[in-house]
């Protein structure tokens, strides 16, 4: 009896989980994890000229690499992803990502970051949102962002990731006199303002770029749904999802530059 009766209480565990690995699939987050990862080993490389006075060594771009792990990464999103959903309703964000217009938005969603990986595209995508900054379709745009709470909750992610990467700094001695965790906080809290005009700025770019090809009508039915109960819980899930993987990339950048400004192998 207690056999079975432990059987009826992971079996609906696994169902979950199973919509959990197909909104994964659905949301296209393999590509989106894909173009993370691009975008951290680019990271990596321009953060060498500031670290190390363009005398970065070979073993710092295998270690870059080594740190985006794409198989890694995924690995931690999905998982992650899987805990914060647990008891969610995974149906109702299936059904809209599986029919019309979540279909497309979802599509659209990983055209436009791998299409911003081309620093032209996102130059004249920049310029572009610029433009339209007064208009209605910007509006839209903006009523998305706050139905999502997106500038938070990148603006918080960032300063976490900030934080950790002192954190790996400091865990690898690369500051003689060490920092302690009120001088770390203070230095990551003065980059705040800067995090968060950059961050409205790209949300704004991106969103334009992405959307441009939806209708107003479907841009509104995705908004109704990002307020909905589902909706809510599909966002907060997908920032706790990718924060902690951020948090760990981070600290071993931090970790990895203090060995080399310490004179140790990497």
């Known amino acids: 009896m207690l056999r079975i009766a432990a059987l009826l209480v ?56 080594a740190i985006y792990d794409l198989g890694w990464m995924e690995a931690q999103v999905l998982a992650n992803l899987r805990a914060e959903l647990d008891g969610a309703d995974v149906g109702t964000m299936l059904e809209f990502f599986a029919t019309e217009p979540g279909l497309t938005i979802a599509s659209l969603e990983v055209a436009g970051r791998e299409a911003l990986l081309d620093e032209t ?58 920092l302690t965790e009120e001088e770390i906080l203070a230095q990551v809290w003065a980059q705040e303002a800067a995090i968060r005009a950059s961050t409205t700025d790209w949300l704004e770019t991106f969103l334009y770029l992405a959307y441009g090809p939806l209708s107003d009508a479907d841009l509104e039915a995705y908004i109704d749904f990002s307020r909905s109960p589902a909706g809510q819980q599909m966002t907060a899930g997908l920032f706790a999802a990718f924060d902690p993987m951020f948090d760990d990339v981070s600290r071993a950048l931090g970790l990895g530059a203090a060995r080399y400004l310490a004179g140790d192998e990497l």
């Open 10 to 65: 992971v079996l609906p565990l696994a169902a979950a989980a199973d919509e959990v690995a197909d909104l994964y699939q659905a949301l296209g987050l393999p590509r989106i994890v894909a173009v993370m990862q691009a975008e951290g080993i680019a990271y990596g490389d321009a953060m060498a000229g500031d670290l190390f006075a363009g005398r970065a060594p070979q073993e710092w771009e295998a270690t870059v690499r």
């Open 121 to 178: 595209v996102e130059s004249a995508a920049g310029e572009a949102a610029e433009a339209a900054a007064q208009t209605p379709r910007m509006d839209l745009i903006r009523t998305y962002i706050t139905a999502n709470d997106l500038i938070e909750a990148n603006v918080a992610g960032a300063l976490n990731a900030n934080y950790a990467f002192y954190v790996g700094m400091v865990q690898g001695g690369a500051f003689e006199a060490g």
